[in-house]
Every structure is written in structure tokens, then in C-alpha cells.
T-cell receptor, first 119, second 112 residues
Framework: GAVVSQHPSRVICKSGTSVKIECRSLDFQATTMFWYRQFPKKSLMLMATSNEGSKATYEQGVEKDKFLINHASLTLSTLTVTSAHPEDSSFYIC???????????????FGPGTRLTVL | GQSLEQPSEVTAVEGAIVQINCTYQTSGFYGLSWYQQHDGGAPTFLSYNALDGLEETGRFSSFLSRSDSYGYLLLQELQMKDSASYFCAVTFEKGGGNKLTFGTGTQLKVEL
């Protein structure tokens, strides 16, 4: 149980285009989903918190107009990287939080990540 | 700001025991989690401590001392497949989502 999927797993795009990444909780409902960014050999940096039916909350330094987040349902959140540039190339990972499973109320279950390369 | 420090690398032999430490300074604290991540893969939840003491889950145990802002992950009977990065993470905010801030990560190499 507690499976989170992401699509696509890899994407290569040209500079200036927009890319949409989907995050789905497959076997549970997640009222909250999180989006992270990870550079090679580095830690995960929280970008934003996404709650179903409300606007996402962005962390300091994250441009909300560049990284559009939509949490359309209890099982789906999307991250759109608008007008992507090479510096946006990174590993983007989502997670879905649920209470009362596994290690406790703070457990987040992570998707497999999306490797974005902007040429 | 948030700060979680871990050793960058640890090397151990198969069958041994290894301890990965984590010290933290965060704006809030509700619990300490540990995640494993293989290269190019998703972080996988390992363990969680909200209260002081030791939590044991199979070969993995995790310890927390809130007064010392310190925790560790203990891996026993190391196997080659345990070679991965290990991250501690603090839940620093609740309400509308339990936000995590991650440590710097420890690369564990298990050798024969």
C-alpha cells in the first residue's frame, strides 16, 4: 500500500517550453501533497505544499508563477514548470502525506521522481 | 532557518553495524524521520521518532533525544543492498500539511 506515482519519469524539453508533471496517490487519498527538488548528490528541497481544493503554499525563494501547482483531487497534484530554462533542470519529486499509516502521522510517501532536462 | 547535519559519507563492511547521526536546529519540531534513497530512486520511509528513545524496525533502529536535538539511525547486519543515501528529516510545521525539512544526507557504502 501507500504507492505514489509520477509521470513522466524523464522529460527533455527545449528552453522556453512548459512541462507538466503529474503526481498520483494510487491506493490512498492524500489531502496534502508536497513537491521537492533535488540536485545531484544533494538533499531534497521543499518547494511547495499542495492541499486539495486550495492554493499551494510555496517556500521562500520559490517562484509561484514559474512553478504552477494544481491539486485537482485527493489523488492528483500537478506541477507545471513554465518557460523552462536550463537552470530548471533537476530531479523533481512529489510526496503524499497520510495519517495513521506506517510510522505515524508525519509519514510521507514519495513518488519515483521526474528527471527534467532543459536544453 | 532550518539546519540538519549528517556525515557526508560512511563506509562499512557487510555484516557490520553502522550508526548515522543527525543533529538538527529547526524552527519547530514534531518528529524525526529517516529515509533511504538509492541512486535515481524515490526516498523510502524507514523510521520515525516523535518521542525520546529507540524505535526498532527489523535491522533498522532509530533513536531520538529531543533535549540534545540529536538522533541516529542504526543499521545492523549490513547488506550490499543497504548501499544508498540516508536522510534524516524533521517535521517542523503542522497544519495544512506536515512539512519536512531534510538533512544533508549520508552516502553509505557497504563493502565486502
Amino acid at each position: 500500500g501507500a504507492v505514489v506515482s509520477q509521470h513522466p519519469s524523464r522529460v527533455i524539453c527545449k528552453s522556453g517550453t512548459s512541462v507538466k508533471i503529474e503526481c498520483r496517490s494510487l491506493d490512498f487519498q492524500a489531502t496534502t501533497m508536497f513537491w521537492y527538488r533535488q540536485f545531484p548528490k544533494k538533499s531534497l528541497m521543499l518547494m511547495a505544499t499542495s492541499n486539495e481544493g486550495s492554493k499551494a503554499t510555496y517556500e521562500q525563494g520559490v517562484e509561484k508563477d514559474k512553478f504552477l501547482i494544481n491539486h485537482a483531487s485527493l489523488t492528483l497534484s500537478t506541477l507545471t514548470v513554465t518557460s523552462a530554462h536550463p537552470e530548471d533542470s533537476s530531479f523533481y519529486i512529489c510526496s503524499a502525506a497520510t495519517s495513521g499509516r506506517g510510522g505515524g502521522t508525519d509519514t510521507q510517501y514519495f513518488g519515483p521522481g521526474t528527471r527534467l532536462t532543459v536544453l | 532557518g532550518q539546519s540538519l547535519e549528517q556525515p557526508s559519507e560512511v563506509t562499512a563492511v557487510e555484516g557490520a553495524i553502522v550508526q548515522i547521526n543527525c543533529t538538527y536546529q529547526t524552527s519547530g519540531f514534531y518528529g524525526l524521520s529517516w529515509y533511504q534513497q538509492h541512486d535515481g530512486g524515490a526516498p523510502t520511509f524507514l523510521s520515525y521518532n516523535a518521542l525520546d528513545g529507540l524505535e526498532e524496525t527489523g535491522r533498522f533502529s532509530s533513536f531520538l533525544s529531543r533535549s540534545d536535538s540529536y538522533g541516529y539511525l542504526l543499521l545492523q547486519e549490513l547488506q550490499m543492498k543497504d548501499s544508498a543515501s540516508y536522510f534524516c528529516a524533521v517535521t517542523f510545521e503542522k497544519g495544512g500539511g506536515n512539512k519536512l525539512t531534510f538533512g544533508t544526507g549520508t552516502q553509505l557504502k557497504v563493502e565486502l
